[in-house]
């Protein structure tokens, strides 16, 4: 496989504001991303706000119609559900999928979002220390660990009578964070990948190489990471019109314009060429994983067939370690 592999998240939310009462599109765009090309399919999730399908549920489907693509979370927020059940649930699809599953996790989208904030019981601090603490659970169980899977917030000993994962280990946790302290120290201890959502190549590069330092100081070897970037891509050769675009992209997704949720994540309009020299800077940078979200809500098939055409090959062609 290339060093540099190309996933696309499933418009699960799209969908959803278009008025889809069934899944058959969604399942219809993911065998597309397989036969295109591409190397992932991946799903997000809102947990109760921003409404679409279950993403675990969605990807136990895809898994079964597909056969080449890695299939991911991008990303799953891991807090408000229990770990044991979600364990079980992560077992049960890295074994439907052939062990091509790959789990993004993250603790909550930052923008407030006040149905979702409503619906939890803790905070937003002991929402990281929750997750942490499920994601050690998982793994003490998943490699045969000594442990009594007893925490702070969790009894997790039930992991001892769930089935194994397909592969070793269980699959690739992977961080959605964008590098500050705090994420550096926790991707250390706990996490197999790094997903940021908003952060500059400059960025990304210093980010990176902070956490291979902490990574050698946990006694970890840096390559054994997986570097992803997660962004929004609008294409469109005329500038204007590719901006014009995420306008209507983000303001019907989250009711905001474009200027503010660049505050919040990437965003990408322009040409196939230009999005490829973009990327290439965080290539440049580090990333290995490129996930990308199609901010259209009309013609997506037009924008999965150009990238497929002019920005996957080109990042497949990269020589990267």
Request: glycine residues 10%; proline residues 5%; aromatic residues 8%.
């Amino acid at each position: 496989m290339s060093g540099v592999q190309v996933g696309v998240a499933l418009p699960t939310r799209e969908v959803a504001i278009l008025g889809a009462a069934e899944a058959s599109p969604l399942l219809k765009i993911a065998r597309q991303i397989e036969d295109f090309g591409y190397d992932a399919v991946y799903a997000g999730d809102a947990y109760v706000a921003r409404h679409r399908l279950e993403p675990m549920t969605l990807l136990a489907a895809v898994a079964t119609m597909t056969e080449r693509v890695t299939i991911g979370t991008g990303a799953l927020i891991a807090p408000p559900r229990n770990p044991v059940a979600l364990a079980h649930i992560i077992v049960t699809l890295d074994q439907l999928s052939g062990g091509r599953l790959r789990m993004g996790l993250g603790a909550g989208f930052p923008l407030p979002v006040k149905a979702e904030l409503d619906a939890e019981v803790m905070t937003f601090g002991e929402r990281l220390e929750r997750m942490d603490e499920m994601v050690a659970g998982w793994l003490t169980a998943w490699n045969g660990e000594d442990g009594d899977l007893v925490g702070k917030y969790y009894d997790m000993r039930a992991l001892r009578d769930q089935p194994l994962p397909l592969q070793k280990g269980g699959p690739s946790l992977w961080l959605a964070a964008n590098g500050k302290k705090k994420a550096v120290q926790r991707i250390a201890r706990h996490y197999a990948g790094w997903m940021p959502i908003r952060v500059t190549p400059e960025e990304y590069a210093e980010n990176g190489a902070n956490i291979s330092a902490a990574l050698t100081e946990a006694g970890r070897d840096p390559a054994s990471l997986t570097r992803c970037l997660y962004t929004t891509v609008h294409i469109n050769d005329d500038v204007d019109q590719a901006r014009a675009g995420l306008e209507d992209y983000t303001n019907r997704y989250n009711n905001l314009p474009v200027d503010v949720m660049s505050g919040f994540q990437l965003y990408f309009g322009g040409s196939a060429s230009a999005f490829v020299d973009w990327l290439k800077q965080y290539v440049d940078a580090g990333a290995r994983q490129i996930v990308l979200r199609l901010g259209s809500f009309d013609n997506y098939e037009r924008h999965l067939r150009i990238i497929a055409d002019e920005v996957v090959p080109a990042l497949h062609a990269l020589d990267v370690d």
